[in-house]
Each structure stands twice: as C-alpha cells, then as structure tokens.
C-alpha cells in the first residue's frame, strides 16, 4: 500500500513532521497570555502520563468552583516564549456524564462566559483501541472547540497489528494530530508546538440532531446565545444537572423540552449508535489490522493467575502483607527520625527562648506539626504501593476480585484499600477512597474506614490489655493477651462493615451503582508518575489536613496551660508547701506540680464537668481528661495518663502500668477492674478521636456533614458500648 | 393450546449472562434503557461480537472481550443480563 512508510513507523516522529508543517501558516499565540488548555479523554488512555509529562512538579490541587471534585491543574512551558495553564480533568467515556467527576467536564464546556473556559483542548485517545476512544473525540468536535487529537499509546497499538494512516485520519477528523506515546515521551515537544498555536475549531462535524429536533435547538440556542446546535442540544438533555443556568433557565428549557415531547434516554442511545457507525467508517479507509496470529494478549494470560480463585487470592494478601509490612516496619525509621527532628528542634527553641509564647510555640505549634509530619512516611509508603499498584492495571483486579463480596455491606470493589490501609492509618486510607466513583459507595467507605483499628491505637490496647489479662497460655500455643488484641482489632472491622451495612440502608442516592468498567491491560509502572503521586499525597496532607490539626493542638495547649484566674498558681503554691513537707525530691514535686496544674487547667475543669456524664462508664475525671487530650490523637492518652497519676513524661510503659495497677478508687479496691480496663478499650476501638481524621475528611467530602456525622455516630458507639461493658461485667 | 406448547413456553431470550466461559455471541439489543446509554458508550452496539473472557472467583462480576479489538471489559452478572443476545 501506498502508505506503508508513513504508517509503519512507531514514533509518528513523520507524521508529526507533517502535522507541524500544515501548521506553518497558522499564527502563534501572543506571547503575554496565559494560554488555558484542558485535558480530556478516556480513562486509561494515558492523560495522567500525558498531564505529567507536559507539568512535571509545576502541579496543584484546587476545587473546582462549587463542585465537590478535586481540580489538579498545572504550568507547562511550550515554548520558550509561550507558558500554558493545562487543566487535568477526569477521565470520561463520554460528555453525558454519569458521576460527580463528569459532571466537572460538561460543566467547564458548556459555559464559555466562565473565566474558567478553555481556549481549546487535548483530546488524548489511545491508539491500540480507537473505536470506543474516537466517541468521546466526535462529540467534543462537534461543541466546536478549537482542539487538537494526542493519538497516544502507538506502541502498543504497534504490537496489536493496528496500522494508522495518520494522514489520512487528520483529513477525516479535521484536527491536529500527534502520535504520541506520553509514557516514553515520544511526541511531546510536537505537542507543545500544536499547543502554542492559535488553533481554529474542527472543520469536521460527526452528528447532526434530528430534523423535528431544529425548532427546540434553535430557541435554546437564540435564548443562550449559544454558538452551535450541538451544544444546545446537551443543554436540552442535561440542564438539570448543569450547576451554572439559573431556575429561570432551568424552567425554560423544562417547558421546551415538555412542549416538543423530548426523550432524552432514546435520543442519547441513538446518538451513541450513529457515531459509532460514523467511526467504523472513518476507521475503514484509516486503519488496518494485521493480526498475524490470534493473539492472545498477555494480559490475558496474567489474569489466569493473578484472579485464579485460590492464586488470585493468596498473591492478593500476599501483597497486603507485604503493604502492612511496609507501612508498619520499613516507616518506623523515617518515622523516628522525624520525630526525633521535631524533638530536637523543639528544645532548640525551649533552651534558647522563654516565656508564655515560646511554650505555645514549642507545645502547641510544633507538637502539633510533629504529629502531622511524623505520618508523612506512612503517607509517602501507602501511597508508592496504591500508586504501583493503579499503574500496573493490578488494581482493578483487585476489585473485581473484591466486589461481590464487598457489595453485600453497601461497599464496593474498590473500598478494600482503604479498609486495609486504615489498620495502618485512616488518614491516607481515607484519601485513597477517591477511587471509588460511586457517590454513595465512596462516602460509606469514608465513613467507615477509621472504626478500622489503626496504629495509634496500639499503645492504649497494649497498656490496658496487659493491666487486666494475665499473660495465660491458651489450648497450649495462644497467648491470651494476644487473642485480646486480636478481638480488638475484629471488634473494629465487624463495626466497620456492620455500619456500612447500615449506612447502605439509610442513604439514598440517584446515581446507580455500575461496575460497569474497562479492565485495563498489564503495564509497568511509570515510575515518574508514582514519585509525582506520592509528593502530590504529601503535600496535600501536609498543608491541608495539617493547618486544622496545628491549629486543635493549639487550641488542646491552650486549654491545658491555663485555667480559670490563678487556680494554677494556687497548685503549683500549695504542692510546693505539702512537698517540702514530705522531703520529695525535686523532680518528684516538679511531676506532682505538672498533674496539679493539669487538674486546675481548663482541660481538669472539662474531665469534672465531663465526670457525670462519663462515670456510668465506668470512669473519673482523669480518665475524662485523658479522653479530652486523647481526642486529638489517641497516642496521646498514655502521656496524659502519665501526668495525671505522677508519672515522669518519659516513663517506661510498665511504670504506667505499676501506676494504674496501684491506683485505687474510694473504698480502696483497685480502680482499675476489668469491668473498668474494657469499657476504657472498647472506648477507644470505637470513639473518633483523631483530628487528623476528621481533619482529612472534611478535606474528602469537602464539607462538614459528613465528619460531624462521624463524629456523633463513632463517639455515640463507643458510649454506648462502653456503658453496656461496664454495666455487664462491674 | 395444548398442554405440550405451554410446557414449552415461549423460549426466554439469552442474555449474555447465559455465555459459557470463551462463549461468543452476537449483541441483539439492550434490555434496561439507563444501563444501556452507559453499555453503548462502552462499545456494546447491538451487532457487536461479546465473548466471556472471565469470572471472578465468586461468579461475579465477569470480564468481556467486545468486538474485534483487544478491548476487555468487566461488568456484574445482573448488568451482564440487560445485555440480550441474537439467536
């Protein structure tokens, strides 16, 4: 064929020479603005690859205006001359958009008087699956906007035995082409080039509306002024969800579409059929497949293994494994060292300054960074293996592995990585719900996630387990303190999916829950876009999630510093006066101060007002601070603990223990009973108490319903819980 | 009628919940018209050629092979069963 050479060659480094020559006589952009370029197309047709390649580290994560959907946008450098804003949007299969992340792309489009408008767009399809990529291509061409085709993924399509006349699909589709593989990098300076170009709009179109349609168009089109019958014909099929038109607007286009009799459902699946009759056309004088065997992709094969059911399952956990492994062991020594960082700045600053804003800076500010950057590598590991993981196409798997079982409690596939990660921490657990589509099913998942026993709650379970279980063997190889622990943990995970079971019956939702999706083909990782991922993930959680925590601590220092007039003064007098008289040593009575400050502070006040409510439980007052200061993270119960009942700050954990055995209530029994020990454990495997948490969720769902709700329920769970404990076993 | 004609009813048609493993069959039509808009923009025209590729360990969801590309898609069986099949 006449074609050969042009076709044969991997890199498109030809066509792309020739793209670039049509383009010489087409003007560049004006060098002073900032171009807004938007990026669109399937999912796994490599935008991802393509907005990282075209961004590199130039890339944050805003809102988009009024929409509860995370807006990644970044600055790319086309030319020398020439900087553009890229817009990544999220990956659709087509412009009538199904989920609350589509609902972001027609938005954009559909409102050229918005600031927000682009001034054309990269449509990115992947080469090796044309048909179904090229849909989603025509009805963007046929809104009007100036755009240019990125046919990505040409190796692959290389090793298919699919042939493109690039040429000859440039005459078709009327737009720029560049053949690309954005994994390689190959085509991305072409790319840049197209970009900087003043581009007109397509000069084909691929669908025209039905005949009886015209009238209704035409006075969409008059009333909005809108440039093209396309774009008023998905005002007549969507302006419910469209969040910019006015009620006004809304009503108008309802009376249109009532008094022409429109059914959007079968005119949508028409348009659907007749563009794909289109591009079968278009795909037959462009494409040829040479398949020189029946070849069975090794994806394929992959999967015969990777979802066998008992292989599938074992390599999964397996993998699970080797995450908690990461998360657990491998984090513990950054974790150390930044928390050791934290420390030593921290009396860097105490012996070099004084005074009342210095503490606050010390305990409150820099306590409360800590406590966020100590996550970071927990965050930074979490996130390289979920990122691998949604690289290599493994994810998806799991999910389809995990869904039947999954769905039963309301969840779905997909909610098994956060449920897991939460045994690590709910917070990057939390954040890595996003890949869930469904609405309903993400929210659950969020909402359920922390009951998951995370690490923080490791000290507290182990204090209290080994003051009321004897260390017995059991049935000669348990350890009982062991089947404790484990309990805890299960308690935790039977709450989770027993509450999303709940949940599932309580939420309605509009949008059904598909699982409707592509399986992707087995890729290696890029290992650009993992590191990208994982400095993304961090500095999210560090600035968004940590301005909240930095600011409890401050508030939680406050209330701990000072109490009501000079009540702490007074303590610290009359401590001094009663340790003089019992010859205590200066450390002895510098402890002794310390937990008589904390009982007048305000923090003290608060554990008195909360006694009543809490000692059906089984608790006092020094058990209500340490709920209070324990609320901004659990670790911080055990230290609490330790100022309250005279401990040194650095105890060891059995001195903590000697401390709470030794403790005796009023008639001299023991105070700490087992009655007492479990209500205090199933307290704490229920109750929120993690500002990072409610912190992240807040970020997730953009609100605060949703981690108020938590809140309540998880707190609320834990009362009750713990009151039903106490009562039974006191 | 007669008794022998009611036993045999009126053949309920096959969907492509019905494909044994490496099964082809051709599409006929989509039976639920909300799933359909999203089965459609995923390459389900009815004409198109659907082979069961794969089930997931518990018998759902399953994977399909549509049309002649190497193009793998995975749905649940209730989803699989809107999708209805020509004889």
């Given at each position: 064929?006449?074609r050969?050479?042009?076709?044969s ?9 020739l ?8 003007p ?7 171009t807004?370029i ?21 890339q ?14 970044g600055?790319?450098?086309l ?7 890229i ?8 412009l009538?958009?199904?989920s609350?992340d589509?609902?972001v ?6 409102d ?9 767009v ?7 699956n044309?048909?179904?990529n090229?849909?989603?291509?025509t009805?963007?061409?046929d809104?009007?906007?100036?755009a240019?085709?990125a046919?990505?993924?040409?190796d ?5 035995g699919?042939?493109?006349d ?6 078709e589709?009327?737009v720029?082409?560049?053949?690309m593989?954005?994994r390689k ?5 072409a790319l ?6 003043q ?8 669908f025209e ?24 014909l ?7 969800q ?10 108008y ?9 429109f ?12 563009r794909y009759?289109?591009?079968?056309d278009?795909?037959l ?7 020189t065997?029946k ?13 066998h ?18 998360v ?7 974790m ?10 921290n009396q860097?600053?105490?012996t ?12 409150g ?5 800590g406590?966020?950057?100590?996550f ?6 979490l ?7 949604e ?7 799991v999910?389809?592995?995990?869904d039947?079982?999954m769905r039963?409690f309301?969840?779905n596939?997909?909610?098994i990585?956060p449920?897991?990660?939460?045994v690590?921490c ?8 996003r890949t869930?589509?469904?609405?309903k099913?993400r929210?659950i998942?969020i909402?359920?996630t ?35 622990l ?17 949940l599932?019956?309580?939420l309605?939702?509009?949008n ?20 990208i ?9 560090v600035f ?24 702490l ?5 009359r ?11 200066a ?10 400050k ?14 009543p ?9 020094k ?15 055990v230290?609490?603990i ?11 954990m059995?001195?903590?223990q ?8 009023d ?6 009973t ?10 704490y ?16 769902t953009?609100?605060?319903k949703w ?19 106490y009562?039974?076993?006191? | 009628m ?13 969907s ?6 490496g ?9 639920d018209?909300?799933m ?13 050629q ?27 069986v ?5 999708i209805?099949?020509?004889d």
């Amino acid at each position: 064929m006449a074609r050969a050479t042009l076709i044969s060659d991997p890199t498109g480094a030809a066509a792309s020479a020739l793209t670039l020559e049509a383009l010489r006589d087409v003007p560049p952009r004006s060098h002073r603005e900032l171009t807004r370029i938007a990026l669109i197309g399937n999912p796994n047709s490599g935008k991802s690859s393509l907005f990282n390649q075209l961004t590199g580290l130039n890339q944050k994560v805003g809102n988009f205006p009024g929409v509860t959907v995370d807006r990644k946008t970044g600055i790319s450098q086309l030319t020398p001359q020439h900087r553009a804003e890229i817009i990544d949007l999220p990956g659709t299969y087509s412009l009538y958009p199904k989920s609350l992340d589509e609902k972001v792309i027609t938005d954009l489009l559909y409102d050229k008087g918005s600031d927000q408008y682009p001034d054309f767009v990269v449509i990115t399809v992947d080469a090796s699956n044309l048909r179904r990529n090229l849909l989603l291509f025509t009805q963007l061409a046929d809104l009007g906007l100036p755009a240019v085709l990125a046919l990505n993924m040409m190796d692959v399509a290389e090793q298919h035995g699919v042939q493109i006349d690039i040429m000859a699909l440039q005459q078709e589709l009327g737009v720029p082409i560049i053949p690309m593989n954005a994994r390689k990098g190959v085509g991305i300076a072409a790319l840049k080039i197209v970009m900087s170009r003043q581009l007109g709009a397509p000069t084909v179109s691929f669908f025209e509306p039905s005949e009886d349609l015209l009238p209704m168009i035409r006075q969409i089109r008059y009333y909005f002024n809108l440039h093209n019958d396309y774009l008023a014909l998905h005002y007549a099929h969507q302006f419910r969800q469209i969040s910019f038109l006015t009620a006004d607007e809304k009503a108008y286009i309802a009376e249109l579409v009532e008094k022409y009799d429109f059914k959007p459902t079968p005119r949508q699946a028409q348009e659907t059929i007749d563009r794909y009759a289109r591009i079968n056309d278009i795909l037959l004088n462009t494409v040829t497949v040479v398949r020189t065997e029946k070849n069975e992709p090794y994806s394929n094969k992959l999967d015969k293994i990777l979802t066998h059911k008992v292989w599938g399952y074992l390599i999964f956990f397996g993998i699970l494994f080797l995450m908690f492994q990461a998360v657990f062991a491998w984090a513990s020594y950054p974790m150390e060292l930044i928390d050791e960082g934290v420390t030593w700045i921290n009396q860097l600053v105490q012996t070099n300054f004084d005074g009342p804003l210095v503490n606050l800076l010390t305990e409150g500010v820099l306590a409360g960074l800590g406590g966020v950057l100590i996550f970071i590598p927990q965050i930074a590991l979490l996130f390289a293996f979920i990122a691998v993981l949604e690289e290599t196409g493994y994810m998806a798997r799991v999910t389809f592995m995990m869904d039947r079982i999954m769905r039963k409690f309301g969840l779905n596939g997909k909610s098994i990585v956060p449920l897991i990660s939460g045994v690590a921490c709910a917070v990057p657990a939390i954040m890595s719900a996003r890949t869930i589509e469904n609405w309903k099913d993400r929210i659950i998942t969020i909402f359920v996630t922390p009951l998951m026993s995370c690490s923080a709650r490791i000290p507290v379970y182990t204090v209290l387990i080994a003051l009321v279980v004897p260390p017995q063997k059991v049935l000669g190889i348990f350890n009982l303190q062991g089947i404790a622990l484990m309990g805890l943990y299960l308690l935790g995970f039977f709450a989770a999916i027993f509450s999303a079971w709940l949940l599932k019956l309580i939420l309605r939702t509009q949008n059904k829950s598909y699982f409707i999706m592509e399986f992707p083909v087995y890729r290696w990782p890029r290992w650009k876009n993992v590191g990208i991922t994982i400095v993304e993930k961090v500095k999210t959680f560090v600035f968004q999630a940590g301005k909240v925590i930095v600011a409890i601590s401050v508030i939680l220092w406050v209330l701990a510093s000072y109490g009501p007039g000079n009540a702490l003064e007074q303590a610290e007098t009359r401590v001094r006066a009663t340790a003089a008289q019992q010859r205590l040593s200066a450390e002895e009575t510098d402890i002794r101060i310390a937990s008589e400050k904390l009982e007048n502070s305000y923090a003290g006040l608060f554990g008195r007002t909360l006694e009543p409510a809490i000692r059906p439980l089984g608790f006092d007052w020094k058990i209500g601070i340490a709920l209070i200061t324990s609320f901004a993270a659990r670790e911080v119960f055990v230290g609490t603990i330790s100022t309250i009942y005279s401990v040194g700050q650095d105890a060891d954990m059995r001195t903590v223990q000697q401390k709470l055995a030794a403790e005796k209530d009023d008639n001299g029994q023991p105070f700490f009973t087992p009655a007492r020990a479990f209500s205090l454990l199933v307290f704490y495997v229920f109750a929120m108490q993690c500002m990072s948490t409610l912190a992240v969720v807040y970020r997730e769902t953009k609100g605060w319903k949703w981690p108020l709700m938590q809140l309540l329920y998880m707190t609320g769970l834990a009362y009750v819980s713990s009151l039903l404990v106490y009562q039974l076993f006191k | 009628m007669s008794s022998r004609s009611a036993q045999a009813k009126t053949p309920t048609p096959r969907s492509v919940k019905d494909l044994r493993l490496g099964e082809s069959g051709t599409i006929c039509c989509l039976e639920d018209p909300e799933m359909a808009l999203k089965l459609l923009e995923m390459g389900c025209i009815p004409g198109t050629q659907v082979r069961l590729n794969s089930r997931a360990p518990l018998g759902c969801p399953i994977t399909l092979v549509v049309g002649d590309e190497d193009y793998t898609l995975s749905l649940r069986v209730s989803e699989a069963a809107t999708i209805l099949l020509k004889d």
